[in-house]
C-alpha cells in the first residue's frame, strides 16, 4: 500500500519541541529528518513552524455503517476523522447488523481500505447481537483480515459477570481488549442525564455516577483475577478516576479512555433541554470535569477516544427524553483538547501525542500507528497550526450529521495536514 | 412577564402576584355578569395540544380561553410525536400556519414545551410536562391558599408523596418559594429526587412531626405501579406512613386546610372522610383553575379590549 509520492514537510516542529526542521516522506516512511533539506524530486509543503504529531489514532468511533447510512457512512466519517488529525479509528460494532462476526468486521475494514482517508479497525461485539447473552466468535474476528483486537458492546454495558469474566479471560488467547461501556443496566432505567441537582430541576430521569463507578470497581477486580487486558470506555466522573488509579496502583492492565465533550462540559447544558447535549454517558458535573482533566494529564486516563456518535437530524430535533444519545467529535477532539489541556498548561504536545496517538494504538495493537517521528517509521503523522483559532460551524462538518455540541465555540489550534503512510489525506484543512 | 410559561421559576414575585390578582378581579366579574364570557380574547387562538390524555386540564384551559372569547382549537396528539415520524417541530409548524395566538401543550416528556417555544411565535403555556413542571397548578394552588387562608406569604406549606415525579411538587415548591411560603417536602426518601437538598424548601421523612406545624397540607397522588419498582413495600405501609388519614388530620391545627391536585387515590395518600372534609379544598382547587388559567391568558396574550377596566392593567404593554 505504500505510495511512491515523496513529500518534503519544511519547517515543522516535532512534537512542538525544538527548532523548525524539514521532514522528508517517502515509499510511506519517514525518510529524512533534518535542517534545510532539499527538495529534489520531493513535493515540499510549507508547515509554517506548526506542531507535527503522530497521526491521531480513535479508539472509539460509530462510523455507523452498515445499517445507518442516513447519518454516517465509511466514507464521510473516515473523512471527518483525517480531517481531525486522525490516521487510524476503531469502528464500533453496534452497526446493522452488528460486527459481531467475521464477516461484518472485514465488510467495515475493506469499506475503510477503500475510502483511503484513515485505517479502519473495526471493533468486534462481544455478544451476539450485542444481546450481552452469548459470547461472539472472538476468535474468529480476531484472525480474520481485520486483525479485530479490540471487543465492545459499546451503546451496550457487559453487565453479566460471569459472561464479562470469560470474555476477558478469553481474549488473552490473541491479546485482545475487552472495551467496557460501564453502565449498570439495573441503576439506569430509562435514564436521561446525570443524576443531580438538574435533573431533579428539570425532572428528567437520573443516571448515577454510582453506575459506572460499580462496574469500573467489578471489571478492574475481573481483569486482576483473570489477569487480563481491561479498557474502560469513556470515564465520565471523578469516583471512576479514582478507581481506575487504585487499580493502576496495584499494578493491574487497566486503561481508560476520556471523551473531548466530558473535558469541556457540564450538565448544566441539559438546561436547555436541548438534545445535542444528551450523551451517553451523560454529561457530568465541573466536579468531574477537573477530575477528567486531572486525570488526562497524571496519566491515570491513558487516551482521549472521541466517540463520535453522529445522528440523523430528526433522531436529535425531538424532545429529550425521546432523542437520541451521542455527540459528533472526530474533527473538534485534538482542538477541545488543546483548549481544556494544552492552553492550560497541563498537557505538552508530546503528551498529547501519547494520549492521542501512541496510547490508543497500543491499546488496540495497531502496530503502524502511535509509532516515533523518526526516521524509517511509518509515515502517518498530522501538523497542527497551534496559533489557529476556528469557530465550528456544523454545517461545515465533513460528517453527515450535524450533532456537535460545540456549534459556535471558538476553538485554538487547527489540524492543517495529515498523512496517511506518507500520502497526504488532508492538506491545507481541505480533503486532500 | 415573559412570553410563554414553561416554568414556575419564570415568575417573579411581581408577576405572579400579577396573575393572582388579575385571577381574583376575573373571578369577580364573571360572577356578577348574567353572561359567564368576556370580550376580551375576540379574534384570538388558543390551541389545546395535548399529547397526554387529561380531561380536568384541557377542559379547564378550554374554559378559560372561551370565558374570555377566544377561539380554541383541541389538538389531541396522544401518544409520542416520534412515534408517529412526526417532530415536535413538524406539530409547531403545523400550529403557527393555523395562527395560533397561544398553545397551552400537555406531554409526557419533561422539557417539551420548552422545545415547542423555539419554534412558536405566539406563547407557549405549559400545561404539564412530564415529571417537570405545571405551571398552571401551583398558579392555582397558591390562589386557593390565598383564598382560604388570606396570604401565602409566611405560610407554613407541605407537599407530601411523590415528590420524584411530581411536576406539581416542582412548581410548587418553586412559586411558594417565590411568593415567601415556607415549604417542607414530606416523603420516603426513595421518592425523593437525589439533588433536593439544593431546592428552596426543607424535607423531612416524618410526617406526624410536620403535620402540627402545618398551614397548609397538599397531598401528591402515589401510583400504585411505584410499587413494582420498589419505592416503597406496599400500599398498606405507605398510607400508614405517609397517608392523610382520619387520625393524623386531628394533628392538624384548627385552621389548617388540606389540598390535593387531583386525581386522588382514596384511601392511599388521603382518607375519603378528610377529602371530603371542612378543611379540603380540593373543589375549591378545581373552580379557581379557571380564573387562573384565565388570568394567564389574559396577561400573555393581552386582550384587545379591557378585561378588568383598571387602568394598572394594561394589555398591550404586557406581551
Ligand atoms: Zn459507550
Redesign the pocket.
Known sequence: MSDTTSYLLQSVRPYGEGEPVDVRLVDGRVAEIGAGLTVGDSTAYDGRGGVLLPGLVDL?THLREPGREDAETVETGTLAAALGGFTAVHAMANTDPVADTAGVVEQVWRLGRDAGHCDVAPVGAVTIGLAGEQMAELGTMADSAARVRVFSD??HCVSDASLMRRALEYVKAFDGVIAQ?AQEPRLTVGAQMNEGINSSLLGLTGWPAVAEEAIIARDCLLAAHVQSRLHV??VSTAGSVELIRWAKGKGWDVTAEVTPHHLLLTDDLAGSYDPVFKV??PLRTKVDVEALREGLADGTIDCVAT?HAPHALEDKEAEWGAAAFGMTGLETALAVVAQTMVEPGRLTWRQVAQRLSEAPARIGRLEEHGRPIAVGEPANLCLVDPDARWTVDPAQSASRSRNTPFAGHELPTRVVATFLRGRPTVLDGRPA | MKRHLLSAADLTLEDATLVLDTATELAQLTERATVKKLPTLRGRTVVNLFFEDSTRTRTSFELAAKRLSADVINFSAKGSSVSKGETLKDTALTLEAMGSDAVVVRHSWSGAPVNLSRFIRGSVINAGDGTHEHPTQALLDAYTMRQRLGRVEGLRVTIVGDILHSRVARSNVLLLSTLGADVTLVAPPTLLPTGVDAWPCAVSYDLDAVLPKSDVVMMLRVQRERMGAAYFPSTREYSRRYGLDVRRAQALSDDAIVMHPGPMVRGMEIAAEVADGLRSTIVDQVANGVSVRMAVLYLLLGGAEPAIGSDDVDAGGLR
Do not use: Q, S, V
Open positions: 472509539h459499546d451503546g461501556h470506555c469513556h451517553n454517558p466517540d
